[in-house]
């Protein structure tokens, strides 16, 4: 991905300062709102270790500038990324990457494309499968919603350089989140529409070792039967059932890493 270096004279850091360390910002992707796309150029090198806990990121007019695009614009792509404690806003020195960011993915809510960016590799998407469901009592006992709710099923496929690197089953609740039905699903995976347009206040993750079933598999280009690393994620919006998904990844390409230093 092509980089151009801003140009700010020094980039501060906790440890003190490093001269002709300027960062550089890789140009937009295309994918989804303008405030989106400045977030996961922002992300990238923050889940990398380019940019480690102390680094101050380019100010709002720098970057207002070089993605010609409103303050306000910039404004919120900064704060989707403090909100979720990636960065911290400091009154002296600007907005600085946080302590153990790039742990946050493990456990909390985040766009796929920036964890293939982590793994330096180039991500794209395909929707393999979309519907509303009729009855499917049992998927919808996934997502804690009656048969009355209407309700849209995802199959979806993210690669890394091409190849398979998460199998998403998505389940939404349209009556709360209305807009999707609207939406090009298409080119837009549904997991970074939801992260931009939906509130959610309540979260779950469960994390398990999984068997490949055949049809897994086929999506994941691997045999029935290996092993896989599963994340089935749910969200609520005030006690409302949001979006169930389950997320499979083939073993011997994922894994999920944090580091941790004891409470004081």
Not at 160 to 184: H, K, S, W, Y
Request: aromatic content about 6%; glycine content about 8%; overall charge positive.
């Amino acid at each position: 991905m092509p980089t151009v270096g801003l140009n700010d004279s020094t980039v501060s850091r906790r440890s003190g300062s490093l001269d002709a360390a300027t960062p550089s910002i890789a140009a937009l992707d295309g994918a989804g709102p303008i405030w989106q796309q400045i977030r996961r150029v922002l992300a990238r090198p923050i889940l990398s270790g380019e940019w480690p806990p102390g680094t101050r990121i380019p100010p709002e007019l720098t970057l207002t500038k070089r993605f010609r695009t409103s303050r306000m614009t910039v404004g919120k792509a900064i704060e989707s990324l403090a909100k979720e404690g990636f960065v911290e806003r400091k009154r002296k020195t600007g907005t600085v990457v946080a302590d153990r960011a790039q742990e946050r993915p493990v456990f909390e809510i985040w766009d796929v494309a920036d964890l293939v960016a982590q793994a330096g590799g180039t991500y794209s998407y395909k929707l393999l499968e979309c519907m509303k469901l009729k009855q499917d009592p049992e998927r919808r006992e996934l997502l804690g919603v009656s048969r009355r709710t209407p309700t849209l099923w995802m199959l979806c496929l993210h690669l890394c350089d091409e190849m398979p690197f998460q199998l998403e089953e998505r389940l939404v609740n349209i009556d709360a989140a209305p807009g999707i039905t609207c939406r090009p699903l298409e080119t837009v995976g549904p997991g970074l529409w939801l992260l931009g347009h939906v509130p959610w206040t309540d979260a779950e993750h469960k994390i398990s070792a999984r068997e490949a079933p055949p049809d897994i598999a086929q999506h994941l280009g691997t045999k029935a039967g290996a092993a896989c690393l599963v994340v089935d994620r749910r969200t609520w919006n005030q006690g409302t059932p949001v979006t169930y998904a389950r997320l499979w990844h083939y073993g011997a390409r994922h894994s999920l890493v944090g580091h941790f230093e004891p409470a004081c």
